[in-house]
């Protein structure tokens, strides 16, 4: 059974029923991270709940996604249903407690949780272009914007930033193409195009401020449990790249600022990324080496990283093999791909002489699952078929009313809910072309005391000297025209080839009348 240095997730057994032995987690191992795999309906969620109270319990903070509804359960307290009951008494669950465990919902689109936002210089180059799916060229010219813009103390924190000094570097791709390499118009259109797809799928709402401060997702309650951040991700679902990227961003941003703990007695924070394998379906090699050390280095960080998916294929190998902590739910084998999962599932797992896991793994029935955790000095232990224990927690949804409630409690209520539009990239171009146009506005009017235009006003010829001699020829003047002047200013701000057709016709009328 559990104690204050462990959580325990079911009991094991042998196939006469005659000995059981308890299977825990070591939280001084929970930061070697996990793996929770199986197919639809096999019991990956409640797997996922018990260890998110457990780690709870324990003082762990911790952040999952929510893919259907069914975790947001876990923020109120269980009832005892037979079934329920009936497993606590095959796994030896005594006292079999109920609890509510502390929550904080969170939704990118604001809809189901507080808003999570981050800005686009957080996000960085290499995951935006993942995000957009951009060639590698269309990525060189991403990384030449975020040059310039530290370079020319432009901050990007929305969308409409990034728009707007991407039309600036395809106003000036001539000298920005001499300093750092070809900028091409139409890469520089494909992205403009490539975020307005982003802004119509509702990633508008993700970029800006004011941006997630994780020591909001790493909170403790006054009585010692670690707060729950549940993502809504139901919708988000429908743009699995966005999910994805948001993810990877997440626990880049953990990296970067958490201090080195090295092997503390418990986690500083545990994260589960449900539906893993969006992280990595064709994803470049570059991006998966990202991943690969992320996932190595981010355990001195004292951060416990569990993949949830489907198939353990869905895994690359380097990032599998650095998953400690597994629990295996039925997997089918139908099809060669299946079971080429199922060989790979059991090849991962330290072999127990009593049965054999490749055949084990196509019979275990819903809530049961093969389990191997780290033992003393961090040697995986002997996989056992385990009876998953029941959550203390409710099992299934929350009510729409009763998430409102909670979302109007939480300790962070007021914080994110007003988006915040400070100056920014967008607003600073905009001021220095107004004030580039108001500059050349300005040397216009001073550059001469008298215009005229031929045909209007005072255009006689100048009147002959006495003596019958012609006046000498003016000079001729570098003062231009108000015709002139005005027909240059609608040619410099006309940006189209159709544009300039009309320009040309005018230019043409022109010459033709003075004929």
Same mark, same amino acid.
């Given at each position: !059974?559990?104690?204050?240095?462990?959580?325990?997730?079911?009991?094991?057994?042998?196939?006469?029923?005659?000995?059981?032995?308890?299977?825990?987690?070591?939280?001084?191992?929970?930061?070697?991270?996990?793996?929770?795999?199986?197919?639809?309906?096999?019991?990956?969620?409640?797997?996922?709940?018990?260890?998110?109270?457990?780690?709870?319990?324990?003082?762990?903070?911790?952040?999952?996604?929510?893919?259907?509804?069914?975790?947001?359960?876990? @923020? &109120?307290?269980?009832?005892?249903?037979?079934?329920?009951?009936?497993?606590?008494?095959?796994?030896?669950?005594?006292?079999?407690?109920?609890?509510?465990?502390?929550?904080?919902?969170?939704?990118?689109?604001?809809?189901?949780?507080?808003?999570?936002?981050?800005?686009?210089?957080?996000?960085?180059?290499?995951?935006?272009?993942?995000? !957009?799916?951009?060639?590698?060229?269309?990525?060189?010219? &991403?990384?030449?914007?975020?040059?310039?813009?530290?370079?020319?103390?432009?901050?990007?924190?929305?969308?409409?930033?990034?728009?707007?000094?991407?039309?600036?570097? @395809?106003?000036?791709?001539?000298?920005?193409?001499?300093?750092?390499?070809?900028?091409?118009?139409?890469?520089?259109?494909?992205?403009?195009?490539?975020?307005?797809?982003?802004?119509?799928?509702?990633?508008?709402?993700?970029?800006?401020?004011?941006?997630?401060?994780?020591?909001?997702?790493?909170?403790?309650?006054?009585?010692?449990?670690?707060?729950?951040?549940?993502?809504?991700?139901?919708?988000?679902? &429908?743009?699995?790249?966005?999910?994805?990227?948001?993810?990877?961003?997440?626990?880049?941003?953990?990296?970067?600022?958490?201090?080195?703990?090295?092997?503390?007695?418990?986690?500083?924070?545990?994260?589960?990324?449900?539906?893993?394998?969006?992280?990595?379906?064709? @994803?470049?090699?570059?991006?998966?080496?990202?991943?690969?050390?992320?996932?190595?280095?981010?355990?001195?960080?004292?951060?416990?990283?569990?993949?949830?998916?489907?198939?353990?294929?869905?895994?690359?190998?380097?990032?599998?093999?650095?998953?400690?902590?597994?629990?295996?739910?039925?997997?089918?084998?139908?099809?060669?791909?299946?079971?080429?999962?199922?060989?790979?599932?059991?090849?991962?797992?330290?072999?127990?002489?009593?049965?054999?896991?490749?055949?084990?793994?196509?019979?275990?029935?819903?809530?049961?699952?093969?389990?191997?955790?780290?033992?003393?000095?961090?040697?995986?232990? !002997?996989?056992?078929?385990?009876?998953?224990?029941?959550?203390?927690?409710?099992?299934?949804?929350?009510?729409?009313?009763?998430?409102?409630?909670?979302?109007?409690?939480?300790?962070?209520?007021?914080?994110?809910?007003?988006?915040?539009?400070?100056?920014?990239?967008?607003?600073?171009?905009?001021?220095?072309?107004?004030?580039?146009?108001?500059?050349?506005?300005?040397?216009?009017?001073?550059?001469?005391?008298?215009?005229?235009?031929?045909?209007?006003?005072?255009?006689?010829?100048?009147?002959?000297?006495?003596?019958?001699?012609?006046?000498?020829?003016?000079?001729?003047?570098?003062?231009?025209?108000?015709?002139?002047?005005?027909?240059?200013?609608?040619?410099?701000?006309?940006?189209?080839?159709?544009?300039? @057709?009309?320009?040309?016709?005018?230019?043409?009328?022109?010459?033709?009348?003075?004929?």
């Amino acid at each position: !059974m559990a104690d204050d240095t462990s959580i325990f997730i079911g009991a094991s057994r042998k196939p006469d029923d005659s000995h059981q032995r308890a299977e825990n987690l070591l939280l001084q191992y929970g930061n070697r991270h996990g793996l929770v795999t199986g197919a639809t309906g096999t019991g990956k969620t409640v797997s996922l709940q018990i260890l998110a109270e457990g780690f709870s319990n324990a003082g762990v903070p911790v952040f999952c996604a929510d893919i259907k509804g069914d975790l947001s359960g876990i @923020a &109120m307290m269980g009832t005892a249903q037979d079934f329920l009951v009936k497993r606590a008494e095959q796994v030896k669950l005594d006292p079999y407690d109920f609890q509510e465990f502390p929550v904080i919902f969170w939704d990118l689109f604001g809809e189901q949780g507080h808003p999570i936002r981050a800005t686009v210089s957080e996000m960085g180059p290499l995951l935006l272009s993942r995000l !957009m799916n951009l060639s590698e060229a269309q990525e060189g010219i &991403m990384n030449i914007a975020f040059r310039i813009a530290d370079e020319e103390g432009l901050l990007l924190l929305d969308l409409k930033d990034l728009q707007a000094l991407l039309a600036n570097i @395809a106003e000036r791709a001539e000298e920005i193409g001499a300093r750092y390499g070809n900028v091409t118009k139409p890469s520089v259109g494909a992205i403009q195009r490539t975020l307005l797809v982003l802004e119509q799928q509702g990633a508008t709402n993700f970029f800006g401020e004011p941006a997630l401060r994780i020591a909001d997702i790493m909170r403790t309650t006054r009585d010692g449990r670690g707060a729950i951040s549940v993502l809504a991700a139901d919708k988000l679902m &429908m743009n699995p790249r966005l999910y994805a990227t948001f993810l990877l961003w997440l626990m880049s941003e953990l990296f970067e600022e958490l201090p080195e703990v090295g092997d503390p007695d418990k986690p500083k924070l545990v994260f589960f990324f449900d539906e893993a394998h969006l992280l990595f379906d064709d @994803a470049p090699k570059v991006l998966i080496d990202r991943v690969e050390q992320v996932v190595r280095l981010i355990r001195s960080k004292g951060v416990g990283v569990y993949f949830v998916t489907q198939n353990p294929l869905d895994i690359p190998e380097t990032v599998l093999a650095q998953l400690g902590n597994r629990v295996q739910h039925a997997l089918r084998a139908y099809t060669p791909r299946e079971q080429k999962a199922v060989r790979t599932a059991a090849e991962t797992f330290r072999p127990n002489p009593a049965f054999d896991c490749a055949t084990v793994i196509t019979q275990l029935g819903t809530g049961e699952a093969l389990v191997s955790t780290l033992e003393a000095k961090g040697v995986p232990s !002997m996989v056992q078929r385990t009876l998953v224990r029941p959550p203390s927690s409710r099992l299934g949804p929350i009510t729409p009313d009763e998430r409102r409630t909670l979302i109007t409690e939480s300790p962070v209520a007021g914080q994110y809910d007003q988006t915040v539009d400070r100056e920014s990239a967008f607003e600073m171009l905009q001021k220095k072309a107004k004030d580039a146009l108001d500059a050349e506005a300005q040397q216009q009017e001073s550059g001469g005391s008298r215009w005229t235009i031929p045909g209007f006003g005072n255009d006689d010829p100048a009147p002959q000297p006495t003596g019958g001699r012609r006046a000498p020829a003016p000079r001729a003047s570098n003062r231009q025209t108000v015709a002139e002047a005005a027909i240059k200013s609608v040619v410099r701000s006309v940006g189209t080839s159709v544009g300039r @057709a009309i320009v040309r016709g005018i230019l043409g009328s022109l010459a033709r009348g003075r004929r």
